[in-house]
């Protein structure tokens, strides 16, 4: 079956600008995690959902982000007055379940660059 | 610290040689790991995940898993250079805790022809 999709791939923005970022889980899958991935910075973790509650805010960087998923499927991270720090690959995951031994699989990633 | 170590690389190999990729965590309550293989653009795509002690072979892959050390590591055995790419191992919280992944930095494996 399809794999999670993402959209846009690339995302070019202006300093002050607000983004919508789009993740599309596979099909089925209650949990759906969004992560961050920028140069000398790894993979880190954003915001989790399971179902349409985000039980895990903890590693949204700031004010500025938030996300929200409807129907138990599609998420949007929206990012408000964006700043040059907030360019990096956001990438979205999704499991079967929360349970510690679900597998994790990812997106293509929206590349994101704020001139 | 950071809750999981590995060492940046890049590690280079040989092809067909033995390429052994190690990560650490700080997490006792950890309870599960994973390895995923990143190319260069691309996003991470999974090897094989270990909760148990002990060893998990698939194919040419083997976790291990030592929690006493806290330490896990993957072995690639006849290293190809289609293997060639960032390997990122990742600490899997408990489910109360809703499972997210916490990720190393990654280190970089090299498989020369």
């Known amino acids: 079956g399809a794999g999670v999709s993402q959209s846009p791939s690339n995302k070019v923005t202006e300093k002050g600008k607000d983004v919508e970022l789009r993740c599309d889980p596979i099909s089925g899958h209650t949990a759906l995690y969004w992560y961050r991935q920028s140069l000398g910075q790894g993979l880190e973790f954003l915001i989790y959902f399971q179902g349409n509650s985000a039980p895990d805010k903890s590693g949204l960087p700031s004010d500025r982000f938030s996300a929200e998923r409807t129907g138990g499927s599609v998420s949007t991270l929206t990012i408000q007055r964006t700043q040059q720090e907030d360019s990096a690959v956001y990438l979205c995951?999704?499991?079967?379940?929360?349970?510690?031994?679900?597998?994790?699989?990812f997106g293509p990633g929206t590349r994101l660059t704020v001139l | 610290q950071k809750e999981v170590e590995q060492n940046s690389g890049p590690l280079s190999v040989p092809e067909g040689a033995i390429a052994s990729l190690n990560c650490t965590y700080s997490?006792?309550?950890?309870?599960?790991f994973f390895w995923y293989r990143q190319y260069s653009g691309k996003s991470p795509e999974l090897i094989m995940f270990i909760y148990s002690n002990g060893d998990k072979e698939d194919g040419r892959f083997t976790a291990q898993l030592n929690k006493a050390s806290q330490y896990v590591s993957l072995l690639i055995r006849d290293s190809q250079p289609s293997d060639s790419a960032t390997y990122l191992c990742?600490?899997?919280?408990?489910?109360?805790?809703?499972?997210?992944?916490?990720f190393g930095q990654g280190t970089e494996l090299s498989v020369k022809p």
């Open positions: 990742a600490a899997r919280g408990p489910s109360n805790q809703g499972g997210k992944l916490i």
């Open positions: 997490d006792r309550g950890s309870q599960s």
């Open positions: 995951a999704s499991s079967l379940d929360y349970s510690s031994t679900d597998t994790q699989y």
